[in-house]
């Protein structure tokens, strides 16, 4: 199972980025998918989750309204949309893959991307 991330850089805050995560080895549309970051000197915190289907989304309250997570099960992508960025969302954004569950429970996620970092300047 691979989880391949991409699409993190470096932007102003106030701007917009959109990261994706590609899946291989796996029946994406039996899992549900998550974004965690992870800044540093920090612990892993939840993002935004997505059920297999699309049907039901979570996130996390600081990202609320800013961020939005989609998936497209032909692709086997997940993405995060992020509008309206603040440094301290300045991270690391790994995505990952729990069979049949999409939670904010980091322990959930069997599978784990390697991260794209998310830079924010002020």
């Known amino acids: 199972v691979q989880l391949q991330a991409s699409g993190g850089g470096l932007v102003q805050a106030g701007g917009s980025l959109r990261v994706s995560c590609t899946a291989s080895?796996?029946?994406?549309?039996?899992?549900?998918m998550a974004w965690f970051r992870q800044a540093p000197g920090k612990e892993r915190e939840f993002v935004a989750a997505?059920?297999?289907?699309?049907?039901?989304?979570y996130y996390a309250d600081s990202v609320k309204g800013r961020f939005t997570i989609s998936r497209d099960n032909a692709k086997n992508t997940v993405f995060l949309q992020m509008n309206s960025l603040k440094p301290e969302d300045t991270a690391v954004y790994y995505c990952a893959a729990s069979l049949g569950w999409a939670t904010k429970n980091v322990d959930t996620y069997e599978h784990w991307g390697q991260g794209t970092l998310v830079t924010v300047s002020s």
């Open positions: 997505i059920t297999w289907s699309g049907d039901s989304t």
């Open positions: 080895g796996l029946s994406f549309s039996d899992y549900g």
